[in-house]
């Protein structure tokens, strides 16, 4: 597919699409006539420019969007994006998550997470021809492999200037490739984050829904070497120095209003077949709900609110939970829906479209035929499959596996690696050692894979795994009492929980793995082979995959052209652009949203028990009516949340919502929960995100929190 047909089909269909499009920003430019009519008063061309303002100030936290906001490095983003950063620093003693943190200086701010990054993207390069020479004739793992050499080839070459970060992204099924190349700021601190009672007001229960009450915001900064450059954490490090910055409005955005996001969403699936949809929506999310609502059930029942370990679970709680109610909503409007009939009807229309052409039918006649039966392959085993997945969320068994692997991969030069086991990944892996450490109980652990293991203990025999059954002792009929005993025998001498004969491992042979006695580490040895050869067979089925899917892509992007429908790619967490409008929306019959909320909805919902608790003191400032700078007559109150028609999805949260003139007026961080289904397609009448109005924050952090070291540092614009 040539570019410029992408940049037609764009221009032709994007005014008659009300605000639907995740929009990739090169396309940005062709888009100028319909943005400067929906109110974009900066010129589209600085959209598309990724060194120059705004773009060069919203940032990536690698699964979350963040946007520099002082000339000194100051980041704003949810508070929900940093509550790993909160909980890492939080003890029952010195609780952040629950009473708030704020550092009235440099030297008070905290180091984050380990691992944590700040990446700034700087240049987006089309690498498509480069990612596909020579690999015509190759098929299945060749081609998959090929693929990933040349990806890993363009990425060391990018990566040879120290400091940056790159990625090669593959786009509309792996019909274009794109080279992203990103500054990493390796020193990441907590600066301030709200009490959970503001930033996390409503907690479950509001979440996804509307109305919407809550602060979800915080502040990180990013810091490098005093002469500018990334580098690990150091007291003698200086705040990063950005190009640019985002001002902060306080005079926000009324209904109606033009606004933006620039983030980074992760992942959407507008293209899928009606074969994936079925199986998605009937087996795997209402499998994924269950399983997520039983860890929390497990973590809850094991560790007790307010302990430690309880602590150390709170983030992983929060996103099960987030993703359980994500679920939920997927599957009951799916019901509602005739997404499965228009799925179908869809392919019907294109099947008929290519039939009716001798060129489209020798391009593209066997595709659907062929991707079908590919996606029916993938779902052979998925029951299981499933299982061993949700095993990722415990900690001892995939740290046991990962050291091992990373032991196999350095026999091999650092380019015939796994990714993730590179030279290049090793700063990242080692981080990923040291978090376990305010993450990990190995009571919660324990009981979370005693309850997985009992599941996968029913499957059929053929589903089984001789290696696992051997190591964990499940015979033909589970003995729950004496698989109870194994893990007991296990936990009791794995030193894996503690963190120096953990990092130890990182420098040890694959023959030193096969003498140890840690029970853990003899399960990744028994493991591996079996591993290996079920990673081959889905390298096997994604290379084949690689070469229909794209072709499907292709199809259906030169039909929706001729249709003058828009043409964007789903999302794949790479640096995106939305436009769209403050507007509410009727969530039903009879019932109609506005869209905004106000302070005394907080003071209407606070039950003074958690998720409503509101801080006393917050309580009291609006009960006196205490607006101060940011009163809006027309609400006649300080505004709180408010709605907006930007197509979005996870990964977006905590992006810069932004007016026409590039200023802060909200941070995005929800979706109603009418729209969740919007990662399968965009609805103009029910797809809302919801933003917490930069009023809000302001005002919290003015009269609520006393933030005015944070207030000076930023620029406000009224």
């Known amino acids: 597919m040539k570019k410029w047909l992408l940049t037609v089909a764009v221009a032709a269909s994007f005014g008659a699409q009300a605000d639907e499009g995740m929009w990739q920003p090169y396309q940005l430019p062709a888009l100028a006539d319909e943005l400067k009519a929906k109110g974009l008063e900066i010129d589209a061309k600085s959209i598309s420019k990724l060194t120059e303002f705004p773009m060069n100030a919203v940032i990536s936290l690698g699964g979350c969007t963040a946007s520099f906001v002082s000339p000194k490095g100051l980041a704003v983003t949810n508070h929900h994006c940093a509550y790993g950063s909160i909980q890492y620093n939080s003890t029952p003693e010195k609780n952040l998550l629950k009473d708030g943190f704020l550092a009235k200086s440099y030297g008070e701010e905290l180091q984050a997470t380990p691992g944590s990054r700040i990446y700034v993207t700087e240049a987006v390069t089309d690498v498509t021809d480069k990612v596909k020479k020579g690999l015509e004739s190759k098929v299945g793992n060749a081609f998959y492999q090929g693929i990933e050499h040349q990806e890993k080839s363009l990425v060391a070459e990018c990566e040879a200037e120290d400091g940056y970060r790159c990625q090669v992204y593959s786009f509309h099924g792996g019909l274009e490739y794109y080279l992203v190349k990103q500054l990493e700021i390796r020193d990441v601190r907590l600066v301030y984050n709200p009490a959970a009672s503001v930033g996390k007001y409503g907690g479950d229960v509001d979440n996804w829904m509307w109305p919407r009450h809550t602060g979800d915001f915080s502040f990180y900064r990013g810091y490098v070497s005093k002469q500018g450059k990334p580098a690990d954490f150091s007291k003698d490090n200086v705040p990063y120095e950005p190009k640019s910055f985002l001002k902060v409005s306080a005079k926000g955005v009324s209904d109606g209003d033009f606004v933006m996001v620039a983030g980074y969403p992760g992942r959407t699936n507008r293209y899928r077949t009606a074969n994936e949809v ?352 940011f009163y809006v007559k027309s609400l006649d109150s300080v505004p709180v949340n408010f709605l907006s028609t930007l197509d979005t999805t996870g990964g977006n949260s905590g992006s810069p919502t932004l007016n026409g003139r590039a200023e802060l007026v909200g941070l995005l961080f929800d979706g109603v929960y009418e729209s969740i289904i919007g990662d399968w397609g965009y609805d103009p009448e029910t797809n809302r995100s919801i933003q917490v109005d930069s009023r809000y924050m302001l005002w919290v952090m003015k009269y609520l929190d006393n933030a005015d070291n944070l207030l000076a540092e930023m620029e406000i614009v009224h």
């Open 278 to 629: 079925e199986n998605q929506f009937e087996w795997a999310y209402p499998e994924g709900k269950m399983l997520r609502e039983r860890f929390i059930e497990i973590i809850k029942e094991t560790a007790p609110e307010g302990s430690d370990e309880r602590i150390k679970y709170e983030s992983l709680i929060a996103g099960l939970a987030n993703y359980a109610k994500n679920f939920t909503s997927m599957i009951e409007f799916y019901g509602k829906s005739t997404m499965l009939d228009d799925r179908k009807g869809r392919e019907s229309e294109l099947a008929n479209w290519i039939s009716k052409d001798s060129k489209r039918q020798q391009q593209y006649g066997k595709t659907l035929a062929e991707l079908d039966k590919l996606i029916v392959e993938g779902q052979d085993h998925q029951a299981r499959d499933t299982i061993l997945g949700y095993i990722r969320y415990t900690t001892m068994v995939p740290t046991a596996r990962k050291l091992y692997r990373l032991a196999n991969e350095k026999q091999l030069d650092d380019m015939a690696r796994e990714p993730g086991y590179q030279e290049r990944d090793m700063i990242r892996f080692k981080s990923s050692m040291e978090r376990i450490d305010r993450r990990y109980a190995a009571s919660v652990d324990k009981a979370v894979l005693f309850d997985m293991l009992k599941r996968y203990a029913v499957l059929p025999a053929s589903e089984r795994i001789s290696a696992l059954d051997k190591v964990f002792g499940i015979g033909k009929k589970l003995d729950e009492k004496k698989l109870s005993k194994t893990l007991d025998k296990m936990y009791a001498k794995t030193t894996l929980g503690d963190m120096d004969p953990r990092l130890a491992w990182l420098d040890k042979s694959v023959a030193d793995f096969k003498a140890s006695n840690d029970p853990f580490i003899k399960f990744a040895v028994a493991m591996y082979d079996t591993d290996m050869k079920e990673e081959k067979k889905d390298k096997e089925l994604a290379g084949k995959l690689m070469k229909v899917r794209p072709q499907y892509m292709d199809a259906i992007i030169a039909y929706n052209t001729e249709l003058g429908k828009p043409v964007y790619a789903d999302a794949n967490s790479s640096l995106r652009v939305t436009v769209g409008h403050v507007k509410g929306y009727s969530p039903q019959d009879g019932l109609q949203a506005v869209p905004f909320t106000r302070l005394e909805g907080i003071l209407a919902k606070d039950t003074g028990a958690n998720p409503f608790d509101a801080p006393s003191k917050q309580l009291e400032l609006i009960k006196q009516k205490q607006y101060g700078d």
